[in-house]
């Protein structure tokens, strides 16, 4: 439920104004409007990257300790996790925007982008970045980094898992259980690291573009 919920906040926060855009041939956003696009769409993808690994850690459990499961996975435990995920978001998208609102920008810039992305927005500004790409850079490697390794160990038990299962069919319906998910973090991981880690030199706009369209549309959609 909440991953469903965070999918549509985060299409919600991007897609109606481009949306208007397309519709009104005016490719025009206001300072605040960019800023609250940027502050949101932060909270709700940081989430969905806590959640993916709160789910990857599920299946771990599901699968390598089923007989346990419902006295590990408890409603209060799950509570908490999703508690969490969103408390981290929020304070690293609060932390994020305001270093942005301590930047400076010329009277007009004109963003090659789809939407006003925490990345292209700091490569825009008059002043210096130095801090704010340094505490980019930092917080996608412990908040993207953190949850992709949790995933990447409860992946390698249950794969360990899967082998010690003699029957075939059950091989199989162990991996069907995993497939859906683990096409979807691959697929936001991925793009997310590609946009946030690789530099303004070695990185188009146009390749920023396609990449950032697959965590924001693609991914919520599947």
Aim: aromatic residues 10%; neutral net charge.
């Amino acid at each position: 439920v909440n991953l469903s919920l965070l999918d549509i906040c985060v299409i919600s926060t991007i897609i109606p104004k481009m949306l208007v855009n397309i519709q009104t041939q005016r490719k025009v956003i206001t300072y605040t409007e960019c800023i609250s696009q940027i502050c949101f769409s932060t909270v709700f993808a940081g989430c969905d990257d806590f959640l993916l690994a709160v789910m990857a850690y599920d299946r771990f459990v599901a699968i390598c300790h089923p007989l346990h499961y419902t006295v590990i996975m408890n409603p209060h435990l799950c509570g908490l996790l999703v508690l969490m995920s969103w408390i981290m978001s929020v304070l690293n998208s609060l932390l994020q925007s305001l270093m942005v609102l301590w930047l400076s920008f010329c009277s007009e810039v004109e963003i090659p982008h789809f939407f006003c992305e925490l990345h292209q927005m700091i490569q825009f500004a008059c002043s210096d970045t130095f801090i704010n790409d340094t505490v980019l850079y930092v917080s996608t490697v412990l908040l993207a980094g953190g949850p992709l390794a949790g995933i990447l160990y409860s992946y390698s038990k249950i794969i360990s898992s899967i082998y010690r299962i003699s029957s075939a069919q059950g091989k199989y319906k162990v991996f069907s259980t995993c497939a859906s998910h683990l096409s979807v973090v691959s697929l936001f991981y991925c793009t997310v690291l590609g946009v946030y880690l690789s530099s303004a030199a070695t990185q188009s706009s146009h390749s920023s573009t396609v990449a950032s369209v697959m965590y924001t549309v693609v991914t919520p959609m599947l």
